[in-house]
């Protein structure tokens, strides 16, 4: 089944344009480690997902790309289009002289129903030339104007026109200090938003991969393309094709589908953050080894403690124990940091994945009460290799990740909202007080939800 990218704004266009390149590398490399009959279907699952072909045989991304400026969206099409492995289509874009000026309201009140038409026409366009439609993954920033106003009025949208097919939401989390002045009002409204239109959002945080990209990538200036790339490199090892079954024989054929059955099991927890390692510069592999045991262990304390990349992990957290007298999602033996689980999906890439003991993700301690760890834990393979790393490992979960950085960002924009602070901004645009009311007191329950799992 085929997924449409919707990239929104100035980020979710940039990080669409490596995530495309990542993909396409990816399947361009070189993989002795497969047969040919290997390499061709991972290649033909890949292309079905991802890309359509042209009379110019050169892959078309299956994306849709908005934003109410035009510079962003000319310079990734011309830099997709010089590559010569893929491009976009040229038709399938929507820009605007006028950006949103970071207001969500301004993206989400006016740019969004007057250009309604317009976007979803496109949108339509894309998904009739899918055989199959699996679904909309947008890609967007939470801070801005364009991308978190108009992105969570598109996805408002998506959901009304396409009601049966999957959405899933890829949210940029703002640094935490530094950008702009408005920025926990926007997250808090963008939040608040997806949260009723979308199936699941996946969220990178920026202070995170500034961090892998020095302290792991050694980068010394880093690049909003240097943390794009790192981004675009773990959503290419969750979405490159891979077997759902042990054993299993064929690629799986609805991505976006198998990432919910696998890791939302109620629509009250859709929170979903993703671990990648190794995470290495590209000429430090060749000086390289792994085991999977050891790559196992790090992922594995890496989701207890809370850890988002492998350096730095605090190894003193444990798992709380079991059978205690009082309720786990109370229990008093719940250690401090531990983070736990509603979901979890681990995927191997690369070599003897089909040795490789997960037992441990299996243990009841990692998860909520409320269901059998069983259903809670997942994992997929592929014997074939992902952009060069001989074995790689990626988590996506549905766990308490986000319940500290969630928690500051309502709590400032609260703080704002009391001394009513720049909200002429948003009510000149038609968002209300009542608005913002109703976006905290629907992330006050979903951070009430997380913390007593």
């Not at 010089?82 to 605007?96: A, L, P």
């Not at 991505?255 to 995470?279: A, C, S, W, Y």
Request: charged letters at 20%; one cysteine or more; glycine letters at 6%.
């Amino acid at each position: 089944m085929s997924i449409v990218t919707v990239q929104l704004g100035q980020c979710g266009n940039q990080i669409g344009h490596e995530v495309f390149n990542a993909i396409c590398s990816d399947v361009h490399g070189t993989h002795g480690l497969c047969s040919k009959k290997e390499n061709e279907s991972y290649h033909d699952a890949c292309k079905e997902r991802f890309f359509r072909e042209e009379e110019s045989e050169v892959p078309v991304a299956r994306a849709v790309l908005v934003d109410m400026e035009p510079k962003v969206i000319s310079q990734t099409l011309s830099t997709a289009a010089r590559s010569g492995h893929w491009k976009y289509d040229d038709r399938s874009y929507f820009c605007q002289k006028q950006g949103s000026g970071n207001n969500w309201a301004n993206g989400y009140s006016v740019h969004g129903p007057r250009h309604k038409e317009v976007i979803m026409d496109l949108v339509q366009k894309e998904a009739e030339k899918c055989d199959r439609l699996g679904g909309f993954f947008t890609i967007m920033s939470m801070a801005g104007g364009t991308g978190s106003g108009l992105g969570a009025f598109v996805t408002q949208c998506l959901r009304d026109a396409f009601p049966t097919s999957f959405i899933l939401n890829h949210v940029i989390w703002p640094y935490g200090t530094g950008e702009v002045i408005v920025q926990n009002y926007n997250s808090v409204l963008t939040l608040s938003h997806l949260y009723q239109s979308s199936d699941a959002l996946l969220v990178h945080e920026n202070d995170v991969i500034h961090k892998i990209c020095a302290q792991l990538m050694n980068i010394k200036q880093i690049s909003f393309r240097d943390v794009n790339q790192v981004i675009a490199h773990q959503l290419g090892s969750v979405f490159q094709p891979t077997y759902a079954a042990e054993g299993g024989l064929h690629y799986s054929k609805n991505p976006l589908g198998d990432l919910m059955e696998t890791l939302v099991p109620h629509p009250e927890f859709k929170m979903l953050g993703l671990r990648n390692i190794p995470q290495m510069p590209e000429n430090s592999l060749a000086y390289s080894t792994f085991s999977w045991p050891g790559l196992i262990k790090h992922l594995r304390q890496m989701l207890i403690a809370n850890a988002k990349m492998e350096e730095g992990i605090d190894w003193q957290v444990r798992p709380p124990r079991l059978g205690s007298s009082v309720p786990s999602s109370h229990s008093t033996n719940k250690p401090l940091h531990f983070n736990t689980s509603i979901a979890n999906l681990v995927i191997l890439r690369g070599k003897d994945t089909h040795t490789v003991d997960l037992g441990s993700f299996r243990d009841p301690s990692l998860y909520t009460s409320w269901l059998n760890p069983q259903d809670a834990f997942n994992a997929w393979k592929t014997p074939r290799t992902f952009n060069k790393y001989e074995k790689s490992a990626s988590l996506v979960s549905n766990s308490q990740f986000l319940l500290k950085p969630l928690d500051n960002v309502v709590g400032k924009a609260w703080n704002m909202f009391a001394s009513k602070a720049y909200i002429h901004q948003y009510t000149k645009f038609g968002i209300e007080e009542e608005d913002f009311l109703d976006s905290f007191t629907a992330l006050e329950q979903v951070i009430s939800s997380y913390t007593i799992l």
